[in-house]
């Protein structure tokens, strides 16, 4: 599976650096305050050409050509101020193939921050047709090109397993992913599949998976690296790669998406994938329970009382509240680890949408410090997320008649997204843990941010756990 860049003949290490004698067009950042300044001290021809609908707004990029009707110089708006990274995203989006530099970044503004910025923009994805155009190649002098390709192919890693269809990703394809992966660092996998879940302890998981069709059975996928004695770093992905809604169906309009039920899994890949290429000194395991949640004879029914891996009863009210069932097994197994640290992401939940939007994603802690970490990182990335509470006052909605709990709560407590962040805390290991009810989404394309597959709050808590093991 090809990434971010990685169109045409570029990988995205080389659409980020760029030998420093190669012919380059160069781009001039712009604050609106500094823009009556540089018309004055510019070339009349290009004073002239930038217009007179250019004002530095942020992202606003404007193409001089030169004599031969070529690019000349690009202008780059960055707003009132250089606060954030996002122009060079949008950057991206906006210019046609060839090689570009960058004439020193602004001042507030990180070289590599910038760099990993347009690689972000980079992205597209290609596997079922082709780009016709090369990106554009982008020099930023002092930046850490490596750790920005990193980053972005990284990102791109999550959108890609996101965007592919669930013909082409089914559990095994997900563990494929995996595998490749944890070759890439010399990491250790193991897969637990079909009936063997139930005599291993992973009887939730089997049960939302049952349904599949032979060569989609369930699976606990298990990646493990680092050195024993290190920092347990516990990462666990909903890898539902299809979620139909099971007996309790979707409507077409609710079914449309459903690819990217896997998204919590693609997450986590990509964010292990950092902590191992920056050998960040942990004991790292990814966690991913992946499955279909399908319709046939053996599908779970609502009504159905199910085992966990904890010992816990779960009541299914609701076939199509799937995700928080796999996860609870997950986190279980991520206690059994002992860990300092366990991250869980998921496509848990509509309620979150409706509470944030699909562009910030909410998360869920107790642990102050881990919040504070978590906080100073997005800021860091400029990725942007939202803590909602834990709000205990809702745990009465989960309680249920005949099992030690249920997976629909009650509608009384209509927290959709509390009440799930509540289900889970249940599993989840004690000490620090954070939940992130992603969506994995962009709904509309802009440029340097396609419509599909979206990677989110990868950058933040790659930063946040670069500080926290640095």
């Known amino acids: 599976m090809r990434h971010a860049g990685a169109s045409g003949d570029l990988t995205m290490s080389e659409a980020l650096h ?9 781009v001039t950042c712009l604050c609106e305050g500094d823009l009556e300044a540089w018309r004055a001290g510019a070339p009349p021809l290009e004073a002239g050409l930038a217009g007179t609908e250019f004002r530095a707004r942020p992202g606003q990029a404007v193409i001089i050509p030169g004599p031969d009707g070529r690019p000349a110089r690009v202008l780059l708006g960055l707003g009132a101020a250089p606060g954030e990274v996002t122009a060079f995203r949008t950057l991206a989006g906006r210019l046609p193939a060839g090689t570009y530099r960058l004439e020193g970044a602004p001042a507030g503004i990180d070289p590599t921050d910038a760099a990993t910025a347009f690689g972000l923009g980079l992205y597209r994805f290609e596997r079922y047709r082709k780009r016709e ?16 390709s990193a980053i972005a192919e990284a990102c791109a890693l999550a959108k890609d397993l996101v965007n592919t269809p669930a013909n082409d990703l089914g559990p095994a394809e997900l563990e494929a992913a995996a595998r490749d992966l944890a070759a890439r660092f010399g990491a250790q996998v193991e897969v637990i599949t ?8 992973y009887p939730a998981v089997h049960a939302v998976g049952r349904a599949a069709a032979p060569g989609r059975e369930p699976r606990m996928i298990e990646v493990t690296w680092g050195e024993a004695g290190r920092p ?23 079914m449309r998406l459903m690819k990217k039920d896997m998204g919590g899994a693609a997450h986590v890949l990509a964010l292990g994938s950092l902590v191992m290429q920056a050998a960040l000194p942990v004991r790292l395991s990814i966690l991913v329970p992946a499955v279909e949640n399908a319709v046939s004879g053996a599908a779970m029914r609502p009504g159905d009382v199910l085992a966990t891996r904890k010992g816990l009863s ?21 206690a059994e680890l002992s860990p300092d640290l ?45 803590r909602l509470p834990l709000w205990k006052g809702y745990l009465p909605s989960l309680d249920s008649d005949i099992a030690d709990l249920k997976n629909d709560p009650d509608a009384w407590a209509q927290a959709g997204a509390m009440t799930a962040a509540l289900f889970l805390q249940k599993f989840a290991p ?17 440029p340097g941010a ?21």
Do not use: C
């Open 18 to 26: 760029t030998p420093a004698d190669a012919a380059a067009v160069p």
């Open 133 to 148: 155009a090369a990106p554009p190649r982008l020099i930023v002098p002092g930046a850490d090109a490596a750790e920005a």
């Open 194 to 201: 079909g009936e063997d879940l139930l005599s291993r302890g």
């Open 232 to 254: 347990v770093l516990a990462l666990v992905g909903k890898g539902v790669v299809f979620d139909t809604g099971g007996l309790d169906l979707k409507p077409s309009s609710g």
């Open 314 to 334: 779960v009541e299914v009210g609701n076939t199509d509240a799937e995700g928080r069932l796999i996860l609870a097994d997950a986190l279980t197994r991520a």
């Open 342 to 386: 366990t991250l869980d992401m998921a496509t848990l939940t509509g309620a979150a949408r409706v509470a944030l939007g699909p562009q910030l994603p909410p998360y869920f802690t107790d642990d102050e410090a881990l919040a504070a970490g978590i906080e100073a990182g997005a800021r860091k990335a400029f990725d942007p997320v939202w």
């Open 430 to 446: 004690p000490g620090a843990w954070a939940h992130f009810d992603i969506f994995a989404w962009n709904p509309r394309t802009q």
């Open 450 to 470: 396609p419509a599909g597959g979206e990677a989110m709050a990868i950058r933040g808590l790659y930063a946040m756990l670069k500080a926290r093991y640095a």
